[in-house]
Each structure stands twice: as C-alpha cells, then as structure tokens.
C-alpha cells in the first residue's frame, strides 16, 4: 500500500509541476552526451541520483543521465544565465522531464534534497562510442572537470603548448572577421564551418574564401587599426602560467600572420614562434594569393608544423589547444602527445569526440598546473 502511495505522490509531482529545467540536446552522439555528463559531474551537479542504486539510475541510457546531470548544475546556480549551455549541448527547457521513479528539481532548493525512491536498477551501465578512458573527479575552480590518469600526467608533463588562434585564442575566426568588414562575411563564414568540420580539405576551403573577397593590403591594415584582437577568457592567464613553468607557447593557425602578429604581442609570444599563413600582395596592394608553401596553408599542415617544432627543439612532450579538425590532426607520431579540444566558442561534435581532453574554459589548465 505504501509503495502504491508513493507512486501516486510522484505521479502528481511529475504532473503539475511548474518550472525551468535543463536537458541535454537530442541529436547528439553518445560520445558528446557522455562527456557532457561528465562535465556537469565533475563541476559540482548531483549525480549520486544516477548510479547504479540511485533514483534516477533507469532508464539507463546517457542521454537521460546526462539530462539529470546538466539539470542539477542549473538548479545548483539558481539558474543563472550561462549555466545551461555546455557549449551548446543542452538547452533550458519549459517542459519537466521527471518520471515516476525520478523528480528532476526544478528550483536550486530541491536540487540536492530528494528523497531516494527504491528501484529495481539494471546491471547495465551507459555505454559510449568514445574509447578513450575518460572519467572525472570534481573541480574546485570554474572548469568542468579534470581527466584521470595519464591525460593529466601528459599535460602536467608537457615542455610545449601549441594554441590554435581562431576560436580558441581569440573568440573569433579572423578571416570570417575580416570577409564581414569586406562585406563577404556569410559565404566565408559557410566555408569556414565546413573546413572546421574536416568536411573538405583545409587548402580548398582557404583558396575558395580568400577568392570571395580578396583583400587588399590597405583593406587589411584598415581593419587591424579599427579591429583589435579580442582575446578568449582566461587566456592570458594560461599563458602566463605556462611561461611561469618553463613550457614554451607557439601559436599555429591557418589564420594569417598579419593578423596574428596582433595577438601575439599581446600575450607575450616571440613571432618566431608563429607558425601561420601569410597574404600576398602586388606592388599596389592588391591581393594576389596567400603563400602555398606555409604548412598551414593545407590539411595536415599543423602536424607538420608540430613535428617541425618538436624536432628543431627536441621537446619530449608536447600539447596542441584547438577547435577544429585541422588541429586534432596535430596528434600524430612525431607531433602532439595530446589533443585538448578547446569548446568555449564552437563545439565541432566529430573533433570533440575523438579529444583527449574537452575543455569549455581555460580554468581546468591552469588549475591543475598549480
């Protein structure tokens, strides 16, 4: 009698609840949607709800727990703007997504305070296409999560840090930028979508941007002095503490160099330690193409740039920070040890997926350098 009780209590919760809740998105690959519920665990959410002999533990798939997840670190911070987002894989929504084994808080005071309904729980455990080892513990800065074992180790090891600059240094992708101040700034943007992605080859997609617009050296100084680089969050923190520690900064991009030079002066980074493409221009400053002999200028372009470094230098460990397709390439034999994909400005699902570290602020890097 008591059980039917409860059932009918939980019922009428699930039923005439009123609220804002937040889910995780539905179209994501288990791989996305598993990290996602890693992060949210790891940065403070309430998810001994979602174990094995918890409430809220079936149905047992990861796309319900990772909605558990993300809800709980909203309702942790009282719903705050920002805190249902992960990068874009989770979004608020109006509809309560609680069932009849398990409420979903829809307030921060009842985010850690229900009460454990008994369930029969599945032997099963939510599976995920990524094969990295992947867990996390809790963070205490503003991170979502620390990777266990030898991920840290590598990145605590490292004697040299490569940054992506578009999107990952700056919060912005610079030829988007400058193709929007030349009035052409959709179509590249498309192009540069599709490139990120490692849909078509980085060198088509470069040739095929640059010819939308084709901008003039004056064009281009006109924008530096009128645009200067906005630098991603925690950036300038990170660097410092890398320097701090000895550990060499490059930037390497498939920007350009006019463009990057900018940024680097701000961050303290020799131009020696650029590696990046370069515009070409007639003696009138006129745009004539880009310099094809940059490795950057094609796929697999930054890998070779890594392997270069790493064989002038001698580096035993090193790391690439990036968004796009073009920089996972960097992981290689020969060139980065580890790939840390950077989400704090675009999530690529097909990149994140295959990273060994996903990161949607900078704070989990510098923390754990401490």
Known sequence: MAVVVLAVILLS????????????????????????????????????????????????????????????????????????????????????????????????????????VTTTPSTRVPTTTNTRPYTVTPSTGGGLGIPAGEILDLWRGVEAVCFDVDSTVCVDEGIDELAEFCGAGKAVAEWTARAMGGSVPFEEALAARLSLFKPSLSKVDEYLQKTPPRLSPGIEELVKKLRANKIDV????????????????????????????????????????????????????????VQHIRK??????????GDGATDLEARRPGGADLFICYAGVQLREAVAAQADWLIFNFEPLINSLD
């Open 250 to 305: 490059y930037l390497i991009s498939g920007g350009f160099r006019q463009m990057i030079n900018p940024v680097a002066s701000v961050l303290g980074i020799p131009r020696e330690n650029i590696f990046a493409n370069n515009l070409l221009f007639g003696n009138s400053g006129e745009f004539v193409g880009f310099d094809e002999k940059e490795p950057t200028s094609r796929s697999g372009g930054k890998a070779k740039a």
């Open 13 to 116: 919760m699930v039923g005439h609840s009123s609220g804002t809740w937040c889910v995780c998105r539905e179209g994501l690959s288990e791989a996305m949607l598993q990290k996602t519920l890693d992060y949210a665990c790891g940065a403070g959410a309430d998810c001994g709800h979602i174990h094995l002999n918890g409430p809220c533990f079936n149905p047992n798939t990861v796309k319900s727990h990772c909605s558990y997840a993300v809800n709980s670190f909203f309702q942790k911070k009282r719903q705050s703007q920002g805190t249902c987002d992960f990068a874009g894989t989770a979004t608020v929504s109006a509809s309560d997504p609680s069932y009849t084994s398990c409420a979903f808080p829809a307030s921060a005071s009842g985010s850690g305070t229900m009460t454990p």
């Open 312 to 321: 002038g230098r001698s580096y035993k460990t090193m790391a690439m920070i």
